[in-house]
């Protein structure tokens, strides 16, 4: 595997696996149809969310070979989405200062802004990242 493009950690994934239940792990590597279902199922009962123990190295090769590494780390990004959210501070982290702001002071929209960045938030990254690399 290229260490060069380890875009996301197997160690972040198991701190999320820990909250599975709510598919914050699947969402983070890239799975947004399945974390919606474990977040609708309480991680298919529990059952899916055992099984994700053992899936989530290769959850973390695919989501490596999926989404390239940059300026804007997706852990960091994750982490904050996942625990401050609401409040936008995982928006202000990848620069997004305005819409930031307006998650802070709405509750991200009322929450509709933090299941929307659920969905995309790495696809954001990586659009950032590539807007980075691209004025480098």
């Known amino acids: 595997m290229d260490m060069q493009n380890d875009s996301h950690s197997k160690t972040i994934g198991y701190i999320l696996w820990i909250f599975g239940f709510t598919g914050s792990h699947r969402f983070y590597y890239g ?25 989530i190295p290769s959850m973390d090769r695919q989501a490596d070979l999926r989404f390239k590494k940059g300026k804007i780390d997706y852990s960091a990004a994750w982490i904050l989405l996942t625990f401050l959210g609401l409040f936008g501070i995982h928006r202000m982290y990848m620069g997004k200062w305005l819409t930031g702001l ?11 802004g933090y299941i929307y960045d659920f969905w995309t938030l790495n696809t954001q990254v990586s659009f950032l990242n590539m807007q980075h690399e691209m004025l480098s």
């Open 31 to 55: 799975k947004p149809i399945s974390g919606t279902i474990y977040f609708c199922t309480l991680g298919l009962l529990g059952i899916g969310w055992l099984i994700d123990l053992f899936l």
């Open 102 to 112: 307006i998650y802070f002071l709405t509750g991200a929209i009322f929450g509709a």
